[in-house]
């Protein structure tokens, strides 16, 4: 779930941004609905120069009964502590990670690298996968495969990659550069950008070799229902948690 200003927004190609819903009701529904794990992501809070929703975090803690993974601004130690401690499972780094690296060794080593999710923004040109910072307006000359390898040797425990050629379209995945990049590292790798039917997740976890999937705009305008989708999974020979 991106936020913005306090509600749920999405947009197609990280543009075109458009309000759809509640941050608490939207989770409640999704964790009722059996979805494993939830990205609270503020996408501007770096752009903006500001700390991610503390308060709203806290709310979220309190509403929904699933972990949660929370990004948008976080830069330091005591951002990463008072988001846990407001009740977040996870927190996801991007800009910050990618303007000064070691930070992912600091925070890894603080708090487990279990918690720590790196999230690559990336876009395709010309056939090469670049790393894009301050929620996908700034390209940087890092290649995402070798970014990706890099947050691992550091201390990442996740990879949270967003292909931007494929966000929102519905299209599918990027399953290529997905599969590249789980094939080359050793920690678990979510899927991000692209969902629009059931069988694109069946792909991104068979071709795209992901361990996890994550989709928005499908769920939000409920054109996709979880337990409908774990069935399918299910029947793909997907271990899915049902």
């Known amino acids: 779930m991106d936020i913005q200003d306090g509600k749920i927004v999405k947009g197609i190609n990280f543009l075109a941004i458009k309000e759809v819903g509640d941050p608490m009701e939207q989770g409640a529904y999704y964790a009722q609905q059996g979805a494993d794990e939830l990205i609270y992501l503020d996408i501007t809070a770096t752009n903006e120069n500001r700390k991610v929703f503390l308060s709203l975090v806290r709310e979220i803690a ?3 009964n699933i972990p949660f993974t929370v990004g ?12 846990l401690d407001a009740g977040a499972d996870k927190v996801s780094i991007n800009s910050a990670a990618i303007k000064n690296p070691a930070l992912i060794t600091t925070l890894a080593k603080r708090f487990g690298s279990q918690c720590i999710v790196v999230a ?9 996968w670049f790393v894009y910072s301050n ?3 700034t390209k940087t000359s890092m290649e995402a495969l070798s970014w990706a390898k890099e947050a691992e040797e550091l201390g990442a425990g996740e990879i949270l990659l967003t292909s931007m050629n494929n966000d929102g379209t519905k299209t599918g995945f990027a399953n290529e550069i997905t599969r590249t990049i789980s094939q ?6 979510i899927a991000s950008g ?19 999937a994550l989709a928005a705009s499908v769920f939000h305008y409920k054109e996709i229902e979880i337990p409908a989708l774990k069935e399918f999974l299910a029947i793909n020979n997907i271990s899915v948690r049902i």
């Open 62 to 64: 309190e509403t929904i």
């Open 135 to 137: 929620g996908g307006k």
């Open 72 to 83: 948008g601004g976080i830069s330091t130690i005591d951002d990463v502590s008072a988001l």
């Open 120 to 128: 690559l923004d990336i876009k395709n040109e010309q056939g090469n």
């Open 194 to 212: 692209g969902a629009g039917t059931m069988q694109h997740f069946v792909d991104t976890f068979t071709t795209g070799k992901a361990d996890a």
């Open 184 to 189: 080359s590292l050793h920690i678990p790798i």
